[in-house]
Structures are given as C-alpha cells and as structure tokens.
C-alpha cells in the first residue's frame, strides 16, 4: 500500500471519529435542550433569548483561529440554536396560531356550533363575477396544461402594469406569478439562503417567516416592538444583531397583526441598513391595498436586493385561489423560477386566467369597507389597549392586566368566538389579533363576548 493510501485511510478513520463525537455531543445537547425548555416553561420565560446567544456567539468567535473559522463554526452555531428553539418550542407545546385557531373553529361548526370568525384575515365578499367567468373559459378552452414557472406572460405584464401604476417601475421580467404568497416568502427564503445564514424579522409578524427560515435551519433573529413604541423598530436594534451571517430582513407593511405602516423616514433609514449591509430586503406588502396615503412600497427606494411578495387574496377577495406573486430584479426571479419549477412545475394555469381577469375588473371594495368595521371594533373595545391601526385589517389588543392569550382564546371559543393569540405573532402572550373581516353587527357581537370574558371578575 503507498504512503498516500495510508495516509488517506488514516485520515478517513480520524474523521470517522470526529463525526462520531459530534454526533454523541449532538445527541446530549438535544437532550439538555429539552430540560432547558422544561424549566422556560415553568419560569413562563420565552424560548428565544437573543442576548444569551449574542454571548454564545462572541465566546465562539473567540475559540476560533481566523475569519474562515468564524465563519464555519457561526453557520453551525445558527443551525444548532435554529434546532434549540424550534425543540423548546414544541415541548412547551407553543404551536397555538390564528391557523390552529380557525382549525378547532372548523371543527365546531361541523358539531353545529356557530362561531364568530374574528380569527382569519378572510375578506367576506366574493370575487368579481369576471374571475368565475375566465376561470370556466379557461377551463372548456383547454388552458390547463403546465406552464412557465415564471406564469403567464399576459398576467406577468398585467401585474408589471398594476405596480408600475402605483408608483414603481415594473416589466415583466420582474415579475413571479406563485401560488399565494406564502409560497411566494417560501421561495425567496428557499432560493436565496442557505442554512447556517441569518435573517431578522420585525416583531410582532406574521409567523410564516420565521417558520420557513427555520424549516430551512436558518437563525431568526427578532427586533421586538411595542405598543409603547409605537410598534417601531430602532434602527440601531436592526443594526446590532446584523452579522457576517446575515442576509436577509424582512418588512411587513402595512403589518400583520398591527396594522402600522412606518413613517417613510424611518423605513428610508432601514432600507439604507439593508443597504450598507448587502442585505436582501424581503417586503410582504400584501395589505398596501388596506392603507392610507402613509404607505410607500420599498420598491420605492431603488435598492436591487429588494424583494416585494403581493397577492389578490385580500386585495381581490381570492384566498381560495391561492393566487400571488414576487417582484425581483431578474436575477432574483430566474431563481425563484427554479425552485418553482423543482416544487410544482408552475402555477395553476386556469386560476391564472382567473386572475388576470380580476385585474382587468374593478374589485370588490372591502378595502374601502375596512375603516368603518375597524372603527366599529374600536368603539366596542372596552379594556383593551392598542395603537388605532393605519391600515390592514386587523386590532391588535393588549389584554387586561393579568390575562393570557391562550386561556382567553380558549374561553371566547367555547363562548362561540375566534379570535388569534397574540403568542403567534412573537413574544406577546397577553395580547389577542382581532380581524376585521365580518358585517359590524357581527363584529360588535364577537366584541361584546370578549369584553365579557375579559371583565373584571
């Protein structure tokens, strides 16, 4: 046998070992993991804590050579800590979610129980009698075999068109038609980070970006506002949990749950962050429909890493539809296209033609309907605290002192009322998302049980 063999084999059962040790270490981590949420749980503490990590990881980069092992041994430490939280997570049975909510709602109505869904950002009109019409077109003419990943070319301009109306300069080639978009945030986390890489979401968000970053193992790191502050982010708070790690932060404005559009002054100061920091900027602004004249899109800004996700699910009451799209540079969007066409080969070619026909049609005015039913909330609101929201379609309410959201999720269920606990969004136990999605003689109905149930006892 020559040396080189030798010298390889030697070298194979080396690693052999060290793979086994990590692999035992792995195994005793998750173990202490499970103790260490067993303990959160009975002290009520959040499974995040973004300071303790923050000192993990400056010991780390301390035990480390040079500037490539900082960056290995940092990606590692983001999957473990990734692994760490969602662990935690699941033991303390965290999981409860306006979804979940709306599933055990479900369930009691086929019982014949009648409930208030106050839970669901679900518009309650109906799409223009044009989408019905295109989609039984499209179906008796045959336009339902496979198409591009990209979409289709005339809803592709339709879209280029809608957004460069408000504003922004679109074409086609920026333009990603999805399935909803939740798919359309699936894709961008997918395609353009990888595990071990670091992303920063505003808080309190909707839950489906840090799910898909950490399904994918990638760290979350969470910027938490207050109802004090206003719901907005310090701009130094952004800055100082970016790391060499880091590269993407999310925005969603107008917010769910809050309904906060930023003043643009301070989104013109964060987008300038993303900037300096070569950072993609992943912008969910599926509710700029539902804001008053304050929004303004980060398309605006001209930054080239800026990712918009839309959809007609609120805009053009199409939830079931499942309709959506991304608007990109072209290279962003050729890769977005790829991890399509890998999960399912195209959007749906019928509901396509659907919703270009809703673009060509005036849509339903929910949004213009929206103030008057959150106003309606507001004047029914009780002891509940909030910030009046600049647009989306939702209240999102601190409860009286002493009161959690999950028993009071609970108790307006069983008293035929939905609504989200506030625990979905981020670390808000004692607050409850309330939406706006039903009549005003309703809505004051599903106001008047929790005002009951949270009344001084």
């Known amino acids: 046998m020559s040396n080189e063999s ?33 303990v959160k749980q009975r002290l009520g503490m959040p499974v995040d804590d973004q300071a303790r990590e923050a000192r993990l990881r400056a010991k780390v980069a301390e035990s480390c050579q040079n500037a490539d092992d900082v960056t290995l041994a940092s990606r590692l430490l983001n999957f473990l800590l990734t692994e760490s939280v969602r662990a935690q997570s699941e033991h303390a049975g965290i999981g409860q979610s306006h979804m979940s909510v709306f599933a055990e709602a479900q369930k009691l109505e086929a019982e014949g129980r009648q409930i208030i869904h106050m839970e669901v950002g679900e518009p309650d009109s109906a799409p223009v009698s044009a989408v019905a019409d295109a989609l039984a077109s499209a179906c008796s003419e045959g336009y339902t075999k496979y198409g591009s990943a990209l979409g289709l070319d005339e809803l592709r301009d339709a879209i ?53 970053a950490m399904r994918s193992g990638i760290k979350v790191h969470r910027i938490h506002t207050t109802l004090e502050s206003g719901w907005e982010p310090g701009v130094s708070e952004i800055e100082s949990v970016i790391t060499p790690n880091t590269k993407m932060l999310v925005l969603n404005y107008p917010n769910n749950p809050t309904g906060k559009v930023l003043p643009e002054k301070l989104l013109a100061e964060i987008m300038d962050v993303a900037a300096h920091h070569s950072l993609y900027v992943l912008s969910d602004e599926i509710y ?12 605006e800004f001209g930054y080239d890493r800026t990712i918009v996700t839309q959809s007609l699910s609120k805009s053009h009451a199409m ?8 608007i990109a540079a072209p290279p962003i969007v ?41 106003d309606a909330m507001i004047s029914n609101a009780g002891r509940l605290e909030f910030q009046k929201p600049d647009g989306a379609m939702y209240l999102f309410a ?54 009951s149930v949270t009344a001084p006892s």
């Not at 939830?319 to 991304?326: D, E, K, P, Q």
């Open 319 to 326: 939830t079931g539809f499942r309709i959506g799209y991304a």
């Open 398 to 451: 601190r409860l009286p002192r002493g009161l959690d959201c999950h028993s009071i999720v609970s108790e307006c269920l069983r008293q035929g009322l939905a609504v989200a606990p506030g625990s979905g969004f981020g670390n808000y136990p004692d607050f409850v998302r309330l939406s706006a999605c039903q009549d005003i003689p309703t809505l004051v109905r599903g106001m008047n049980i929790i005002n």
């Open 160 to 212: 280029a068109r809608r957004e460069s109306a408000r504003g922004c300069s679109v074409e086609r080639e920026n333009v990603i038609v999805t399935t909803g978009a939740r798919f359309a945030v699936y894709l961008t986390i997918g395609s353009l980070l990888d595990a071990g890489d670091e992303i920063v979401v505003i808080e309190p968000a909707w839950p489906a970006y840090a799910d898909c």
């Open 334 to 374: 050729s890769k977005l296209a790829k991890l399509q066409s890998l999960c399912i080969v195209s959007p749906p070619s019928p509901i396509q033609y659907a919703a270009l026909a809703a673009l060509g049609a005036n849509p339903p005015d929910t949004p213009g309907i929206m103030p008057k039913r959150l």
């Open 6 to 38: 030798s010298d390889l084999d030697s070298l194979r059962e080396r690693i052999d070992q060290v793979t086994l040790e990590m692999a035992r270490l792995i195994i005793e981590r998750s173990k202490i993991v499970g103790q260490i949420g067993s």
């Open 288 to 299: 700029s429909a539902y804001s008053d004249s304050g929004f303004k899109s980060a398309l």
